[in-house]
């Protein structure tokens, strides 16, 4: 994988980080520590890398905000079958579960992590899921955009992630994964999520089965970041910005399997 070769911190500088206890901060060993994290509603407590070759030792600032869209707008969210997104850029690797843990804890969501390929990222997950009073933990996928899907055949019907298109590199093996695991979902009865009405939606009356909905906050220039959602429409993917930074991509209607 391609080194990421900036500092993480130029990301965050107008950013409110005010959702971390630092004072409440506590090394578990000389590998990881563990912070309690303000979500709406409750506090969820996570161990973070002290230092991993694939973590910036940070919670972003991003995946509260997500978060508290995702509370506003929830009805869209229960009763999905999801797996969400770690994001796999080099040096800025998180591997918490944080988002995971919190939906499953608020809204009892039927959720899967998946990240990159390293058992001590799943190791995390899991220990983070018991902190939290989630056993068995979390089911996890190991698996680094771009490579063969371990499951031939998966069919959750939303996908959700968090802040994961910082690095450009990345892309076109991001694009190969969502496209994936979108096209492979089986609709049954061309359902949707329940209705929104105008003021909850905005522009948007339904939430499709299946969607990618990813809360993008980071500042990289328009022109990086055109790339994806560019990359997304030529794969046949459909974009939708929601506001707030939050999107909603989903296969072409002529590009979703059906079952009889």
Known sequence: MDIALFSPSSLFADDDDS??????????????????????????????????????????????????????????????????????????MIG??????????????????????????????????RINGITPALPHIKHTWGD????????????????????????PNLIKTLSFLLKSYKLKDNSTAPLMNNQEAGACSKLPRPSFLMSWRRRIGKEDESLFFTGCEDAGLDVEHFGSRVYCINPREKNINKEN
């Open 19 to 92: 959702t971390s206890n630092e004072d409440e901060a506590k090394e578990t060993n000389e590998n990881h520590v563990e912070r309690a994290h303000k979500f709406p509603g409750m506090d969820v407590v996570v161990r973070e890398f002290s230092f991993h070759q694939l973590n910036a030792n940070l919670l972003w600032p991003g995946t509260f905000g997500f978060a508290e869209w995702i509370v506003e707008h929830r009805s869209w969210i229960e009763g999905r079958r999801c797996i969400e997104l770690g994001r796999q850029v080099l040096l800025l």
């Open 96 to 129: 918490t579960g944080a988002l995971a843990i919190f939906l499953r804890k608020l809204f009892q969501l039927d959720i899967t992590t998946s990240d990159y390929n390293d058992q001590e990222i799943e190791d995390n997950i899991s220990y983070n899921c």
């Open 148 to 171: 063969a899907f371990p499951i031939a055949k998966p069919n959750w019907d939303l996908v959700i992630a968090s802040d994961i298109l910082l690095y450009v590199k990345q892309y």
